[in-house]
């Protein structure tokens, strides 16, 4: 009887602790949106065309302790994204373009957000992305 009560004891501490630290991630009722928009370069660096970027690949990172993302999408054929069902919190929205002068021939193009309410729509606008 003295153990089971100890254990019961302990799985509601656990559960309490655990249910009132809520980090960023899915779980939640915000959102962030945006669109990605390339621009296609020639070889003097004067942009020659723009269009959607359909079929992107865009990352999001969960908080700030680390930089491996936790959650991709891919860009629809008018270049729109969304990341649905987040929690409160610090989240880093970033996009590959290309880059002649690194050597992967890629750099990031990154956001930081901050949500702050729990239904929270935040709308990053128009990224705009290097195409070669």
Do not use: H, W
Request: glycine share 10%.
């Amino acid at each position: 009887m003295k153990n089971g009560l100890l254990l019961l004891l302990s799985i509601v501490v656990l559960s309490v602790s655990t249910s009132c630290n809520k980090v960023e991630g899915s779980g939640g009722g915000a959102t962030i949106k945006g669109l990605i928009q390339e621009q296609k370069y020639n070889a003097l660096g004067n942009i020659i065309a723009e269009y959607p970027g359909s079929d992107v690949d865009v990352y999001l990172i969960y908080g700030t302790a680390d930089q491996f993302y936790d959650e991709d999408v891919k860009t629809s054929y008018d270049g729109s994204f969304v990341f649905n069902y987040l929690q409160k919190g610090t989240y880093t929205v970033f996009v590959y373009e290309d880059d002649a002068t690194q050597p992967s021939g890629k750099n990031v193009v990154k956001q930081t957000i901050e949500i702050t309410e729990k239904d929270q729509v935040i709308d990053l606008g128009t990224i705009n992305t290097r195409k070669i």
